[in-house]
């Protein structure tokens, strides 16, 4: 299973980054998709999933209605559009896969495919 993460740099407020999560070493249209993000000292959190399909999507309050995230399985790819970027988006952005029946959340009850890999800086910063 490889995730290799792109498309992050520096963007001012208000401004919008497309991330990139292209996928390889597994039945891409099998699974959910999700992108997370870690700040320095703060754990990774979810930012937005995505089914198998790609007609349910969810986002958390931080970044709805700014963010979208979608797929394209003919090309073992997820995006995520961002818009409206705040300095708080400043974060290291990462793909994976939730395994079938465990939560997207960090959590206790959460197992992914892959493994973290290094994922795409995003500054936001004027």
Do not use: H
Not at 4 to 15: F, T
Not at 82 to 106: F, H, Q, R
């Amino acid at each position: 299973v490889q995730l290799v993460e792109s498309g992050g740099g520096l963007v001012q407020p208000g401004g919008s980054l497309r991330l990139s999560c292209a996928a390889s070493g597994f039945t891409f249209s099998s699974y959910a998709m999700s992108w997370y993000r870690q700040a320095p000292g703060k754990e990774r959190e979810l930012v937005a999933a995505i089914n198998s399909a790609g007609g349910l999507t969810n986002y958390p309050d931080s970044v709805k209605g700014r963010f979208t995230i979608s797929r394209d399985n003919a090309k073992n790819t997820v995006y995520l559009q961002m818009n409206s970027l705040k300095a708080e988006d400043t974060a290291v952005y990462y793909c994976n896969a939730p395994l079938p029946g465990s939560s997207p959340i960090p959590g206790p009850r959460s197992k992914w495919l892959g493994s973290w890999g290094q994922g795409t800086q995003v500054t936001v910063s004027s």
